[in-house]
């Protein structure tokens, strides 16, 4: 069964632009999939729409096997990584990683062998108690990683993680990203416009143009030619 299953998905906004045009995609679970394409194809929205951050204007939208459209997206067993980072700049990297678990009412002894499981992971135990303010681009980001590590949800989204970072860090978190999925091995839906990210992560690249799905298929199998 798919993890994650997109049957005919439409997202039209208010003043008539389509978009996402009727997409169909089947995600397995453990697989890293990476929606890339131009900017304004609709990889967001398409991200947003799985997240229920966007409502959906027609087709349906299921994780796990149950159909989410009408969930909100704190009851949908995701977690989304942001381009921003989105860290709460009061809050220790300590506490940004375990808000999501303290909002959902888990016990503290729970929350921190999780925060400290994925602080490992993640190689930043020392920055526990940093605020945000006090880390690097590189460190943010894997705060932003180490908050939806901890929530052990069905499935990550990641929005375009890594385009506030420059061209050194970009390859180092890559090559970050990738050994996470490798040990944690949870769905990830990846979006990004950029195609070297997309071949170098995904285990099947979807290209959007237009709203639609042009190809989709394993790294090797597109990109033959330059
Ligand atoms: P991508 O992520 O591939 O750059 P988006 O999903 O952000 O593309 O956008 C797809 C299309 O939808 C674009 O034409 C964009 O201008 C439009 N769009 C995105 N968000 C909104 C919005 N909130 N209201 C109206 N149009 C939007
Ligand atoms: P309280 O909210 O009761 O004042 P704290 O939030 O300070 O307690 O700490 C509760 C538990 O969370 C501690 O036992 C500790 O294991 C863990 N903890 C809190 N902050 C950190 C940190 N910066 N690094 C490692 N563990 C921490």
Redesign the pocket.
């Known amino acids: 069964m798919a993890q994650v299953s997109l049957r005919k998905i439409v997202k039209a906004y208010e003043g008539g632009v389509q978009a996402v045009k009727g997409i169909d995609l089947e995600i397995d679970d453990h697989e890293f999939v990476v929606l890339v394409g131009p900017s304004g194809c609709g990889k967001s929205t398409t991200l947003r729409m799985i997240a229920g951050l966007e409502e959906i204007t027609g087709g349906d939208i299921a994780i796990g096997g149950t159909i989410v459209n009408d969930i909100p997206p704190r009851d949908r067993d995701i977690a989304m990584v942001f381009q921003n980072y989105a860290l709460y700049p009061h809050m ?1 990297v ?1 506490e940004n990683m375990a808000f999501g678990l303290t909002l959902r009412k888990f016990p ?1 002894a729970e929350i ?1 062998t999780r ?2 499981a994925a602080a490992e992971i993640l190689d930043i135990t020392p920055l ?2 940093r605020k945000p303010k006090a880390l690097s681009g590189g460190q943010r980001q894997r705060v932003a990683m180490g908050r939806a590590i901890v929530r052990n949800p069905k499935v990550f989204l990641f929005d375009e993680p890594l385009s506030n970072l420059d061209a050194k860090l970009r390859v180092q978190m890559r090559t970050e990203i990738k050994k996470v999925h490798q040990r944690v091995k949870t769905t990830t839906i990846y979006v990004t416009h950029d195609q070297v990210e997309a071949m170098t992560l995904a285990d099947r690249v979807v290209v959007m143009n237009h709203g639609i799905i042009e190809q989709v298929g394993p790294p090797q199998e597109l990109y033959h030619s330059p």
Request: without cysteine; proline residues 0%; aromatic residues 12%.
């Open positions: 220790s300590y503290k921190d925060v400290k526990l108690d």
